[in-house]
């Protein structure tokens, strides 16, 4: 690789947070390596293997001391890579005690599932971050009534923080899931070359059951609540198509968000950052590009990528196991978590500075609300006496007309009401309809309640996370 | 559509069963519609609205009577689909309470997920059945020594129940998570035009708290244990993903089995089918195509098509919703519930026809196995007093003339036992050495107590689906 | 398949035309068929078998008599497929002279291939008349100005001709690479079971140069240019890619078009569809949903899905070839062919239909214009004598001023001229302002020449497909 | 980014080649960008512009000297990066004639596109000598004689060279795809920030002609053959997809090569790398793994995830469009162009260390040639005067019995050959059939003729890239 020119994955340089590209840096890797290694002996030692306490302590006091110069440098001598970091981790602790009875496999695929069982673990909690944050809007917008719109134009009334709930409701969704499949995210374990776990066997002469207890201990020491039992070289690839199509749902409602937000600002209802005194750039102050939201949907394209590199890994097993998964792995695996993990940090950010124009949203109301209206005043208009069939004319009537001077015409404002109380058919009055507007509920239904319940269903939720509710997005790129 | 020619959905007319084809016929949407309908009125009487008890039975008595053509020469004549639907429906109970406040969403949306709903119900029923049968097969040859392979050559002895049971590992992943799904697979409800639930909030005179029993009624009715409560125009569509996903990830499992009897096949290990008296055509008996297993594989490269379908669904929502998303839930929903259908129905073939060729596994074994066996020659003989390094050598010089022998000439017998019993850096004789292959666990390691805990893991579960041991696959095309 | 519910494909029932319908019906499939035999029983007459022109005569004049339900039950009695067809084509005929020397794959094969051929014909023809329609349209539209938006946001002016003239470039790409792999799609030939010639060299005894010559005039005679030589079973799947890939690019610049016409017929600007009176459904004639819009996109969304089918063909052969691929070719192929012409359709209907709003689009540049103005304001007014450094703070102070007023205080009225105009250290007059907007060319630079370019493009193109000016859609369902 | 751990993108540092890193780094782009800013400069002179011929030839001189720290600090400094790179390539040369009328879109655009098209070029190149090569061992192993396969069973004969020819005629039908597409690979040009020229009109005094021939004049330089004329802000993204398609199209035949190779290696037949005196490990000398070959299998499966990013690029514009696609461009694209590359560097080492085990082969075809050659004997049988159906049932007889005896007795001799002959139902000698074997011809069919057109077609393609002959993969990681 000497002397090759560095080209950077562009997930981790420009989108991911530094949390979790910890987990899969070089000298990251081999931390976790490391922590395998202990975990492994203190299991042996429990088990009868002669490994003695002192040695277990001075592997842990130096498992943070990383000298990847030093690494390498042995491994050119050495020529492989694994005993490299052996002789390092040894030389380091004056012991020679890791690594027993520990095929190749054993020691990447188990690496490999704790680094992404770590930076699952990082993604539950900031998920329950991006989930409280949005509450807290959803919260403090439940009563901004806002044009509801299906097929991209205006359908019924609905309010700003039940839109934001929806999209909540999506996020719910996505992290049930998640959390299901990382609370029973299973280990491979110990296994051997083919999954018979010879080596282990030969080590603990034939004892089966503590081979058995070995691999429990161990998945127990690293947090994992489940072991998988017969494998083959390596766990089923499906499992990381299970995850990598979990991270992807995680990614649903955010992007939906974003879309939204990007059709929102077309209309200068709503801008995703507020940062430079509500202004766009200097030059061109009225142009506050959604870029932000842009890349949420960027990333989530990405995240389609990754998760057909992960369908490729899937039943492709051929008898016990090859390395044909080895590149694929090496791309969509730290590419699914840094995408999501950018995907979070981005949202964070605009829920931190976005806003609203209430002005705005309310011009547009005043726009199209007396066209939704109509139904109500229908039902109003007969209660007053009217005919339904005449009624009913004169409402489409003067529906059409005004839709003329709007957009044939260009009129800005609405005159509908006022056409309708002028017409004798419809016995209701101008005050009468325009009083409508404050009757929220008839119009707007439950999404109050709604969105109460999506904010009451993430408090109960972020009370398992309580790191969550301090999570600050790092500044993005 | 007169006139136009019929194109068959071929996933549902050579690959599925009819079984699972029921709920997507027309005929049988139809009736899930009626039971759907039935259910709102139970729930909407029983929270006071004025529907009579007789009504509903009398609909609930002709819910089955399906008459198309009548259904459809309505429908010309109203040029409205669920307007001619209910009126038939009505017509046939003579009474008219279905589909009050209900939207056109309402409706669809909700019958979709029963569709789905009793679709999942079918599989999940149908894959215990497949882990059931790929158990008694992994039971009945857990003894049966193998060859391992990883990167397809001889890697370590297993066992052919082993092999099976890895496969079911896979299967057995995938099943946790998909029943994990199907358990807490939400209904969307009665939510409205833009989610607000405005028209049943009228129907009940704005009663939030009935609107909420509403729901939760229906739900269970059903049979559905969550029920969405702040959704849009449509439920999340990255539902569908999650669905279709966990579909796929059934397939992983059975589909490495498949490629791996094609390749078990290809060495004469093994055969799909041993129907026409275990040989091939007629007019070539030699020739025994794993048809069934290539089906499988092409099957999951068209559930892998369609999981990308369904990740164009998610996060593409604009507001609240539009029909972007009609067409490709039309094509990927059934197509996807199919395709895992015609997987189990040829895997279940499979298992029931499928078969080994004992002497091909033995040959294979005896060409292989003086080479898997050196470590534990090695062993021995310093055992017997040999010196590690001579030792060593010897086995090496005599591995590679073997090698040359076999590979270069085409010998067929492996000699190496004989050759290294002959060296007299090596005190182990042949006996010890042939003897070496009865003496199975210095070998296979755990396979058969893997094998075990996989057919008991099984058994568990399959306690909990009783109608799985008495399925079988219907013929196949 | 007897008895079995009859689920139809819903992208030939709902989407597609009958055209492309004609060549995957069943009937449709028998009829190329004979085409094919036909074809090469006259080049092995032209090459010295003996086979009667009267015998090739006969067979050519019931070519398209088909009998669906006879050749059924041929196939029941003799229980193979092809033998059915074989014998029915001869028993109309009155000869016995086709399929000689052809193995399964050698009809199954070329037969798909033509007509996967002859669909791509059809969709060369119907792409050009989506261009010349688009063209049309861009033309009328060439001077109509118009925001332009980057960022969903206004950026700078264009035309509304310019920008559908954009969606056209994107088209015309796709439809040069489509052109040129439908000019060069090659036919697989007589190939036999691995590829080898085996059966036609013996049919001629072993003469190479007339097996060749006899694929040379089968080519010609079905009209392909170019043909495989070096194939196995079957030919390269990666061809199948090729295709699909190629029609899923010319869905691109629709899609765009889609999408864009979603978001402006969400600010009134457009309607994709002026059918009743310019209005939307009697009971809400406001609401104009983009539903044709809506489904051009999930089409897309559609063909995205088949193209990862298709990959999974790619570069998966075992040896000679298997049958993995059969499943997905049947799916993949004809819904791939089926989606991109539901795209047509709806495309070519939508522009049939579709129509702006004037006075919305010019409210629009309105509200906009003056901020878009503010590069050459900033210039004139240097060049009537301003500083530089005083005219850009003062354009900026009202700049934002407005915005505040616009977008904080609702106010609709663009009033940056006025205020600029009002502003000492602006020496330009509000008339010079306003008429600004007559000088188009300063705004919209070489928008309408780029128009031109495309019209005269595609009119270049057209004169190769005449047929293409007379093609209209058929009714969308 | 500072302090940031750095990850290196893994299909740059482990698998792509020194060759295609050079234009995606940091430093590559920045040589790739001025040699832009030259061509622009060169043909804003050529048409008027007061640029000094030695100011171009400055900054010609100093093309090459970067230095990416002073060009980091002064970004620091200006918080902008593309006025960073030009100050710096500005002080250089001494000159400041650069990016006159370019927006940044202009420059990102090109500069991208340029990167692009030096990839493609020299992809081409390789994929010629991958050709090349192949053809090289086609050539020489066109007369092995190989049990040829389809479902991964003996069906007939072939030559290895045929086979090899076979995976080269995939690779010709992407060649030319791939090179059809280079050939007119287009560029975007100097088109401004929504696409309509603005700002080179400005510069030009509105002289459109000018404008044209400005872009004429750098596509030349560049050596671009076709220009776009219509495009927005950006050039059509499913350009992009275009590209990406046909990369992973050169993959397919190299994948199935490799899958081949893969099965192969299982039955001893081949060797995909002879470098260690033709033995795996030293520990396991017998083991020979196809890693490579599974390498390029894995990268081909990552080309799919980039194809699927391509997807999500295509049909996606909003009005004249955004950044939602920058990450996924930076992402997908020079992913799509390692990963291709990384194949072709595999792929070319295989073919130069790859070998066969030429007793194995007939070994594998003593096995079952008797089978595959019974036809051939029938219809031998019939000309010596057998009856048909007689002899047709001793053959079905035999050969069940010698498969029985192969398959379930584990005889590895095919004895069918002595029993015909031993029958007097077939009055055919064992010395004729054994001499059967010597008659390639009878039984190859056309395999040797196809080959060597595939040889002669490589050659006349090659005379194209004489480059070609040259290349020689980089040692592999």
């Avoid at 959803?138 to 009563?143: H, M, P, Q, V």
């Avoid at 590009?289 to 890994?313: D, F, T, W």
Wanted: include cysteine.
């Amino acid at each position: 690789m000497a002397g090759k020119t560095i080209i950077q994955n562009v997930l981790a340089s420009r989108y991911a947070s530094s949390g979790i590209i910890q987990y899969w840096s070089e000298e990251g890797k081999i931390i976790l390596e490391r922590e395998f290694w202990i975990a492994v002996m203190k299991a042996q030692r429990e088990l009868g293997l002669d490994i003695p306490s002192e040695a277990i302590e001075a592997y842990e006091k130096v498992r943070n001391q990383v000298d990847l110069a030093r690494i390498r440098s042995r491994e050119e001598k050495l020529r492989h890579d694994v005993k490299a970091r052996i002789e390092e981790f040894c030389e380091l602790a004056g012991y020679e005690h890791i690594h027993k009875g520990l095929t190749s496999r054993d020691l990447t695929d188990n690496i490999e599932q704790l680094q992404i069982f770590r930076s699952l673990q990082l993604i539950e909690v900031k998920y329950a971050a991006c989930l409280y944050q949005l509450a807290q809007q959803a919260a403090a917008n439940k009563d901004i009534l806002l044009t509801g719109r299906t097929h991209n134009v205006p359908a019924q009334l609905t309010t700003w923080g039940k839109r934001l709930a929806m999209f909540g409701q999506d996020m719910l969704i996505a992290f049930q899931n998640f959390s299901a499949i990382l609370a029973k995210y299973p280990l491979r374990g110990i296994k051997g070359a083919v999954g018979t776990q010879l080596d282990q066997l030969t080590l603990f002469e034939g004892d089966k059951r503590k081979v058995r207890r070995l691999e429990e201990k161990i998945a127990a020491f690293l947090g994992f609540q489940q072991l998988l039992f017969a494998v083959g070289q390596v766990y089923p690839r499906s499992l990381d198509f299970e995850v990598i199509a979990a991270l992807f749902q995680l990614s649903a409602g955010i992007s939906s968000f974003a879309r939204t937000i990007r059709l929102m600002a077309g209309q200068e209802l709503v801008s995703e950052g507020f940062k430079q005194g509500q202004i766009g750039s200097s030059s061109m102050p009225h142009k506050m590009n959604s870029r932000s939201c842009e890349r949420i949907n960027g990333l989530q394209v990405v995240l389609k990528g990754l998760v057909e590199m992960a369908m490729g890994l899937s039943g492709e097993q051929w008898n016990e196991g090859d390395v044909s998964c080895s590149v694929v792995r090496r791309v969509a695996i730290p590419d699914a978590l840094f995408a999501i993990d950018g995907i979070m940090e981005t949202f964070l950010t605009i829920l931190q500075e976005m806003g609203i124009f209430p002005a705005m949203i309310t011009n547009d109301l005043n726009r199209n609300f007396p066209f939704l209206a109509t139904t109500t005043i229908l039902m109003e208009a007969i209660k007053h006496g009217a005919g339904r069939e005449e009624a009913h004319a004169a409402i489409k009537e003067h529906s059409i007309a005004v839709l003329q001077e709007m957009r044939q015409q260009g009129k800005t404002e609405n005159e509908l009401f006022k056409r309708l109380a002028a017409d004798e058919r419809i016995p209701y009055s101008l005050e009468e309809m325009n009083a409508l507007l404050n009757e929220h509920e008839k119009f707007i239904g439950n999404a109050v309640m709604q969105t109460e319940q999506f904010v009451s269903t993430v408090s109960e939720l972020v009370k398992r996370f309580p790191q969550a509710l301090k999570i600050k997005p790092e500044p993005l790129l």
